[in-house]
């Protein structure tokens, strides 16, 4: 058993996981005990999107062990993944519960809590996790982004910047940072932020839609006509967002749409 753990182990490293499979069954067929391979199968599944699979697999666990928090916490993962906020939150509160000490089960119940809107919940639980992992790269980005969803752009900046300064250099952090910046009228930042995340177009198109959310429609108006002018190729759907902004532009007061027609903006 211990040889088909270890090659089982190899396996999944490589994600060949249905050899990986192979091997821990063997494992387990060999010596039933081993619940370090059926967590290890649990955690497998999760990788692969099998969350059903999952949940079956780390319910059975607990059967063996129902005071083990990871499998607790592979059941709030996969709950979290189909949707499932109430069951999800009930998994993770218990893994918390046997063990505070794990930061993983706070940054997930912190994703719970931002599907639920519960904004300020989830900031508690990211700031919790931190203080088992201060420099997590994926803690302080979901937290500044539990601070942007909460409304609180100045802040979320701060964390998005930890984020970066701790050494992650993700799209998403790189968007969800443009768009704070947006909120902040600092619209140069946002642009070279987009940029980090996709090519020039769409960096474009981003800033145009970020700008769009915020009511700037005729800035962005000049931000998708410059998408669409960098790229003919994606023309489709900065033409639609352009539409999009043209209409907004038409529903503005006459007042605030003559001066818009006659202020001359740029997209930075």
Known sequence: P????????????????????????????????????RLKLGEMMLQQGMFDAAVTQ???????????????????????????????????????????????????????????????????????????????????NNLGLAYALSGDHDTAIQFFEQALAAGSNSPKLHNNLGVAYVHRERYVDALESFKKAMDEPRAYNNLGVSLLAI????????CFEKAIELNPQYYEKATENLRQARLAIARLPNGHRGQQATETVSCP
Do not use: C
């Open 58 to 140: 780390f319910k059975d666990l607990l059967t063996r062990d129902p005071n083990l928090a990871v499998a607790h916490q592979g059941i709030g993962q996969a709950y979290l993944q189909q949707g499932k906020s109430p069951e999800a939150e009930a998994a993770l509160t218990k893994a918390i519960a046997l063990d505070s000490s794990n930061w993983v089960s706070h940054n997930l119940i912190g994703l719970v809590y931002d599907q639920q809107q519960r904004h300020t919940d989830a900031i508690a639980a990211y700031k919790a996790a931190l203080t088992i992992r201060p420099r997590e790269p994926n803690v302080l």
């Open 2 to 37: 211990e040889e088909h753990e270890r090659a089982g182990d190899t396996e999944a490293q490589r994600r060949n996981f249905p050899m990986a499979g192979l091997h821990y069954t063997k494992a387990l067929q060999a010596d039933p005990t081993r619940n370090t391979v």
């Open 215 to 222: 009511g700037n429609a005729k800035v962005a108006a000049v």
